[in-house]
């Protein structure tokens, strides 16, 4: 399995701890042929909040990384409208 999570922007040159990249599956995957359930895995799928870059690593700074959300750059969600409608504006 050939994979990597090639993040380019200046997250990289932060310490680990201060990037904003963020784990959205620890340690496992979902995928079709698990029928969607989580199967564990050596693979973190890591994400950086700022240039949008994801990818799957089994790098040993996945376990500094905090778990959240990977929310790519120009992405609207529901919690960055803070009205309490969805779709946004109404």
Request: glycine share 10%; net charge positive; proline share 8%.
């Amino acid at each position: 399995m050939s994979v990597s999570f090639g993040c380019k922007c200046p997250e990289r040159q932060k310490p680990i701890k201060d990037r904003n990249w963020v784990v959205f599956q620890r340690y496992c995957n979902h995928s079709a042929f698990s029928g969607y359930h989580r199967t564990p895995s050596d693979y973190s799928s890591v994400g950086c909040n700022t240039c949008g870059t994801w990818g799957r690593t089994k790098a040993a700074y996945v376990a500094q990384l905090r778990d959240g959300e990977y929310i790519p750059p120009g992405i609207v969600t529901h919690r960055q409208t803070n009205t309490g409608a969805w779709p946004p504006g109404q």
